[in-house]
T-cell receptor
Framework: DQQVKQNSPSLSVQEGRISILNCDYT??????FLWYKKYPAEGPTFLIS?????DKNEDGRFTVFLNKSAKHLSLHIVPSQPGDSAVYFCAASVIRGGADGLTFGKGTHLIIQP | KAGVTQTPRYLIKTRGQQVTLSCSPISGHRSVSWYQQTPGQGLQFLFE???????NKGNFPGRFSGRQFSNSRSEMNVSTLELGDSALYLC??????????FGPGTRLTVL
C-alpha cells in the first residue's frame, strides 16, 4: 500500500521554463511534507518543506503547494536550470519531526533540456 | 557545519555474513534515522534513534538492528545477510526528527 505516490516516473522540461512535479498521498494523518532532490550515488538533499497548516511555501526558485482536501502537493521550479536535472522525491510524516519516519514516493526523474 | 557522514561508502559481503554501518550526524543533531533504498521498493524507513533510544521502527525483520551512542553517532547492523539486502543504506540526522538531512549512503552488495 503506497501512501505517497509520484505518478510520473520522469518529466522533461526545457531550460528556463517551469517544472511542476506532483505528489499524492492517501494518509490524512500526514502533517508535514518535504521535497528532496537526489543525484546518483549521493544521498537526498533537502529542498523545501511545508506544514499542513499552510498551503504554500516559497524558497527562491522553489515553491511547494499543498491542497489538503485533494491530498495533493506539487513542487514548482521556476525558471528550470540544467543543474536541476535529478530525481525528486516527495516525502511525508505523520508527526512533524518524523518520529515515525518519512514515507517517500518512488521519485520523479526531472530532465532539463537545453 | 560538516554534513552527515557515513562509513564505509561501499561494502561487498557474502550471504550469511553480518555487516555494521556507521553514521555521524550533523553536530548538534540528536536524532538519527536509517533508510534503505532499493530500485523496487524505493526509500524505506528502518528506524530512528534519539538520545540513544530507539523511538520508532519500520517494517523490517529483526536481522536489522541499530544503536546510538552518547555522542549521537549511530551504527546499523544487519545479520545473516541475504541477497535482497543489497541496497543503498542512508542515514539522516535532524535536531529532533524535524527536517532530516541525509548522508551520502553506504552501498551494500551481497553476493
Amino acid at each position: 500500500d503506497q501512501q505517497v505516490k509520484q505518478n510520473s516516473p520522469s518529466l522533461s522540461v526545457q531550460e528556463g521554463r517551469i517544472s511542476i512535479l506532483n505528489c499524492d498521498y492517501t494518509n490524512s494523518m500526514f502533517d508535514y511534507f518535504l521535497w528532496y532532490k537526489k543525484y546518483p550515488a549521493e544521498g537526498p538533499t533537502f529542498l523545501i518543506s511545508i506544514s499542513s497548516i499552510k498551503d504554500k511555501n516559497e524558497d527562491g526558485r522553489f515553491t511547494v503547494f499543498l491542497n489538503k482536501s485533494a491530498k495533493h502537493l506539487s513542487l514548482h521550479i521556476v525558471p528550470s536550470q540544467p543543474g536541476d536535472s535529478a530525481v525528486y522525491f516527495c516525502a511525508a510524516s505523520v508527526i512533524r519531526g518524523g518520529a515515525d519516519g518519512l514515507t517517500f514516493g518512488k521519485g520523479t526523474h526531472l530532465i532539463i533540456q537545453p | 557545519k560538516a554534513g552527515v557522514t557515513q562509513t564505509p561508502r561501499y561494502l561487498i559481503k557474502t550471504r550469511g555474513q553480518q555487516v555494521t554501518l556507521s553514521c555521524s550526524p550533523i553536530s548538534g543533531h540528536r536524532s538519527v534515522s536509517w533508510y534503505q533504498q532499493t530500485p523496487g521498493q524505493g526509500l524505506q524507513f528502518l528506524f530512528e534513534y534519539f538520545s540513544e533510544t530507539q523511538r520508532n521502527k519500520g517494517n523490517f525483520p529483526g536481522r536489522f538492528s541499530g544503536r546510538q551512542f552518547s555522542n549521537s553517532r549511530s551504527e546499523m547492523n544487519v545479520s545473516t545477510l541475504e541477497l535482497g539486502d543489497s541496497a543503498l543504506y542512508l542515514c539522516a540526522s535532524s535536531l529532533d526528527a524535524d527536517t532530516q538531512y541525509f548522508g551520502p549512503g553506504t552501498r551494500l552488495t551481497v553476493l
